[in-house]
Each structure stands twice: as structure tokens, then as C-alpha cells.
């Protein structure tokens, strides 16, 4: 039997209501989750997620699947830390395969400086909860035998950090885990639905308009990826994001003997294997803004170059496919969850490049603060007036790529 084949997902679709009590606008990972857990942990089903395209068809479907924790700052590596967890209970909860499997992650450094870095994220993981620590040589060898420790001899290895709980889970299994679950309970998805404007009855929101129709709602969510600011312009709230491609590509089978996650932030850019032997490789975000979703042979000739560096094996193998997600990324490099300014606005965005591995989190999150109308401590830093205040959470170095 393939292992790949998995038995048929339960979706159960239905005409859209005049009005709900959440409308959540963005059937990727976060909506689907905040749904999700608004019906198993709070007993909201009243909740219609209205999607442009079909579940997972935006950035949830264009990901490289990498979870981790290994954070630069306290309030992101508990945040982190948290979904880590869910994400490691989550097959058993939903009783669907999303193959989820913990690979641990190497963070290389190429430099004193990078050196520094490591020993020092080592320190702050391990003080907020996230199980890594700091690596020398010979340890990384053990762990990635296939790394050139001598990095083509310009970028030798000189140690790094490795966060054990680093893993992998199939994007598009994650998608119609939570979109099944939260169906199952009574929410509703609505595919190929556009949000064309937001209704709103004085200074509160109350609904969107669709291009089927408008929906009346007593909370709505923007949960889309990339093209939030212009749903937010509706509400007419101004939001410090910026959006800019981002691509990865994968090669043909290679032996599966290829174990952890291997970053480098000298070279901009991780890989990792997938469960059918594939190499999975990504660097960091397109320097010009955009909504393009069209991918380049710059990106494919620097990237393969940097990896092929470090993983020499790599010149053996032929690219198979390359595709482009959007990001929207804050100018601090850390997610904006929760309320707007606005009443019945809310938002969670800012996820840039490391939004999958937030999703249970940041669905478990939002959908207490829309539940009981109070943020929680888990997410209260990562607010939008946290930039008015001037209490900005700048951590690009953990990014990964950047």
C-alpha cells in the first residue's frame, strides 16, 4: 500500500448565512485554526471562513513546513514554544495523519560573531522553554554528516545551535485537518468567496461584502496572508506592512539518510528532506516589495549555489519544482495578533516567512481573545499599538533568512 494515500477527508459544505457570529476572512492555516479551536475549546460554531481561492491555496499551501521555537527574544520563543506543543498533539486530537515528524534543527554559524548568536539564542530558549543548546564541530558532523564543515573553503563551520523539538509537518494535511474538524462541529467554509469590502455601522465593523452577497457578523477576522493591508484600508485601519515574495524549490529523491533541518544565516538558507526523499530548500524574502507570485532562475541559481556550499551532495540532484508565496512582513519581524482600534475588526498577521509554524498557536490565541473579549498574556505583546507605544519586538535574526 503507498503510504501516501490517506483515507478521504470529511468536508461538508453549505450555502452561506445572512449573518454569523464570527466571519473569519482567509482560509489558510491561521483562519482555519482560529475556527478550529473557536469550536472545540469554546463551543462557538457559529463561524463562517470565507476564502478567495480554496483552503489552502495561499501561502498555507506554499510553505516549506518547518516548526520551531528557536526564537531571539522571550515573548516569541514561549509564543513559538506553545504551537511546537500543539503541533505535537495535533494527529492524535484531529485523528488525521498531517506527518508530522521532529527532525531537531541546525543553526550553523560561520563566524565569532555568529558564534556569539548562537550561545546567546542557546541561553534564551532555554530560559522561556524551548529545549536548544549551543553545538560545537563535532557534534554538528554527527548530527549532519553530509555538511562540508569546511564550507567550500569560504564558509567553514565553526558551530551553531540545535533545537531538538525542530520539525516538519505536510502543509496541506495541517490545512484539512483543522478545515474537517472545525466542519465537523458546524463551521462553515466558503471557497472561492471574495471579501470585496467591509460593512460597518458607524464606527463599528459588522459584516463583510462578498462578490456572492453580504454577510452580516458580530466580530470579523482578517486572517489573509500578503494582502491584508488592503482589507484593512476597508476598516480603515493603517497597518506597518510590507509584501514581499518569497520562494523555494525542491529537488529529485535523494537517499533518505538526510535528518535534521539545517539553517545557515550566513548563507541564507535552510533545507530539509521530505518524507518522500526530496530536498526541500529556501532562502530568504525577494528585496523588492510585491504581490507577484511568479518565480525567477536568479532565485534558483543563488540559492542552489549557497546550499551546494555546505551540502555538496547537492550537485548531484536535479531541480524538480519551484514555486512563490507572499509575505507580509512587519517592520520588527514579529506577527501583530489581536484588536485593530476599530470595534469588530481584529487581525493576525505580520507572519512573514514563519507562519506555519505558528498556526495552532495563533488559532488557539485569537480565537480565545474573540471567545472571551480579553487578549491573552500569550499574545498581548505582539499587538498593533505596540508600535505607537514604541515597544516594538525586533527579531530578525530569527528569521532564518531574511
Known sequence: MNEFIEQKVQLQWHEPKANYDVVIVGGGGHGLATAYFLATRHGITNVAVLERKYIGGGNSGRNTTVIRANYGIPEAVRFYQRSVELYQTLEAETERWI???????????????????????????????????????????????????????VWPVLGGSYHPEGATARHDRVNWALAEGAMRRGVHIHQRTTVIGLRKEGDRVVGVMTDKGPIGA?????????????????????????????????????????????????????????????????????????????????????????????????RNL????????????????????????????????GWGTWGFKAIPAGGEQMAQLIATGETPALIAPFGLDRFARDRTLADRGSAGTH
Open 99 to 153: 506527518m508530522h515528524k521532529q527532525k531537531g534543527l541546525l543553526w550553523l554559524a560561520h563566524n565569532e560573531a555568529g558564534i556569539r548568536a548562537e550561545r546567546a539564542r542557546a541561553e534564551v530558549n532555554t530560559a522561556f522553554g524551548a529545549k536548544t543548546e549551543y553545538v560545537g564541530p563535532k557534534e554538528i558532523q554527527e548530527i549532519a554528516p553530509q555538511i562540508d564543515m569546511m564550507g567550500g573553503g
Open 218 to 314: 458580530g466580530v470579523v477576522l482578517s486572517a489573509v496572508g500578503g494582502h491584508v493591508t488592503n482589507l484593512a484600508n476597508m476598516a480603515g485601519v493603517r497597518l506597518p506592512i510590507r509584501t514581499h515574495p518569497l520562494q523555494a524549490f525542491v529537488t529529485n529523491h535523494y537517499a533518505r539518510q538526510f535528518d535534521p533541518i539545517v539553517a545557515s544565516m550566513g548563507l541564507l538558507f535552510y533545507a530539509s528532506q521530505t518524507a518522500r526523499g526530496e530536498m526541500l530548500i529556501g532562502a530568504e524574502i525577494d528585496r523588492q516589495p510585491s504581490y507577484s507570485y511568479r518565480s525567477g532562475h536568479h532565485f534558483l541559481q543563488s540559492c542552489a549555489f549557497r546550499a551546494m556550499t555546505l551540502l555538496p551532495f547537492l
Open 318 to 349: 536535479r531541480i524538480l519544482r519551484q514555486w512563490t508565496g507572499v509575505c507580509d512582513m512587519s517592520p520588527d519581524y514579529s506577527p501583530i495578533m489581536g484588536q485593530t482600534g476599530v470595534d469588530g475588526f481584529y487581525i493576525t498577521t
